[in-house]
């Protein structure tokens, strides 16, 4: 199947400057492609995983794609999915989130992948103003400008100069890696359509209108409610494991609705089509089993932390499914546990009814009495049924935390200083 093909079975394909065009293109030469990222912080969220998943899809063909980092394109800011001016950011923070996302991007494909990393700032940061008006600026027709849908969006309450001539910058990027490395492809979401089309306008006024060049954009992601993918409660699903860990951004993943996995899988997996239209086929005949879902976790977990990853997501998953927590690393239920209610406390030893009050698991010593009488709390995986009990703080986990539950399901944290 065609690589052009396979992203339409996908429902990867938003808009294209010529399908037919680059169809026959990729199915001539193994061509190079590029896709861009601007350093606004110091690691991606799953949103931006869509494009440079596709690249990865093309490294595997045998293409040869190329990762932009936007350390100069990120220090004037893109108007494109906003309403207001972007917040510019110091050199250093530029800087600081340049190489954060380059070592993203080499963790992500490995060092013995195909696909290149480049920065823009190399080959901006030395062109003068002038330069820049003469060579570039003059090619560009500021009523076309304006009608780009990034521009014209904001033309009601305004948009500062700097941010108008991001196109230039984008266009630039372009015909830069398509004069370096033959680059004949840019992919981005479907907000980067002017910018992307402005690229291929100024190559195409540079080089001649001969230049093979095209654009493809992917579609914006929403789940079957209508609701933009990729949030929850606690917000952004990030890439960096100290942002979202491992067994968080697992758990996401296995959470899925069923109406939702098989277009995901299709999206974020490297999967054959045979594989995922029998994983919908269970979606249909045993949704309980969950095998859609469970393939998707691993599959993604896989790919962006790795195999261990995987194995660790998965066997905290099972101690906690037991309640067994007694049996978690350190390491384990700090990734477990980032997200439920955590409070500080002391390495001193505590009633159990003050620790129940102090990690808020009660509001009243007579509740927290009343359901330890029940036998309603555990701490750290061992039920407590005894108000006098002392809890030493420093006899689990490495002296580190203190897991309290009330129920079967609510969890509370004590994190030891």
């Known amino acids: 199947m065609n690589i052009i093909e ?56 045998g293409f040869h794609p190329y990762i932009l980092i936007g350390g100069a394109t990120g220090s004037i800011g893109d108007p494109s999915g906003r309403n207001t001016e972007r917040p510019l950011q110091t050199k250093k923070m530029v800087k600081h989130n340049v190489e954060a996302l380059t070592n993203q991007m080499k963790h992500l494909f490995g060092s013995d992948s195909n696909i290149h990393i480049v920065n823009n700032y190399d080959w901006t940061s030395n062109m003068s103003l002038l330069d820049f008006l003469r060579d570039y600026g003059k090619l560009f027709n500021v009523n076309t400008m304006l009608s780009k849908e990034v521009v014209a969006s904001r033309l009601e309450k305004g948009i500062s100069f700097t941010e108008f001539t991001y196109q230039i910058l984008q266009a ?42 095209y654009g493809l954009t992917i579609p914006l992601m929403l789940k079957s409610d209508g609701t933009k993918f990729g949030k929850t409660a606690g917000g952004a699903v990030w890439l960096d494991p100290k942002k979202t860990s491992p067994y968080e951004f697992y758990q996401f993943w296995l959470n899925q609705n069923d109406a ?8 974020f997996t490297f999967l054959p089509q045979a594989q995922i239209d029998e994983l919908a086929q269970k979606v249909k005949d045993e949704p309980w089993k969950r095998e859609a879902q469970k393939t998707l976790a691993r599959e993604v977990t896989k790919f962006v932390h790795g195999e261990d990853a995987v194995k660790q997501a998965e066997n905290i998953s099972r101690i906690l499914f037991q309640g067994n927590v007694q049996d978690l690393s350190t390491e384990e239920v700090s990734q477990a546990f980032n997200s439920v209610p955590t409070t500080e406390i002391s390495s001193d030893p505590i009633n159990v009814i003050d620790l129940i009050i102090a990690v808020g698991a009660d509001k009243s010593k007579r509740q927290a009495r009343e359901d330890v009488n029940n036998g309603a709390i555990t701490i750290n995986g061992s039920k407590v049924i005894d108000v006098d009990t002392t809890i030493q703080p420093q006899d689990n986990f490495d002296g580190q935390f203190v897991i309290i539950r009330r129920g079967k399901k609510h969890y509370f944290l004590a994190k030891v200083k």
């Open 6 to 61: 396979d992203l339409k079975w996908r429902g990867a394909i938003n808009q294209t400057t010529d399908e037919a065009g680059l169809e026959k293109l990729t199915n001539k030469k193994k061509i190079a492609l590029y896709c861009g990222v601007d350093p606004t912080g110091d690691s991606m969220h799953i949103g931006h995983l869509i494009p440079f998943m596709i690249m990865e899809r093309f490294s595997r063909a």
């Open 172 to 213: 630039l990027d372009f015909l830069t890696l398509y004069r370096d490395h033959d680059v004949q492809l840019q992919i981005g979401g479907g907000d980067q359509w002017g910018n992307i089309t402005a690229g291929i306008d100024l190559i195409h006024r540079i080089e001649g209108q001969d230049a093979e060049v």
């Open 260 to 267: 939702d996995v098989i277009k995901y899988l299709k999206y």
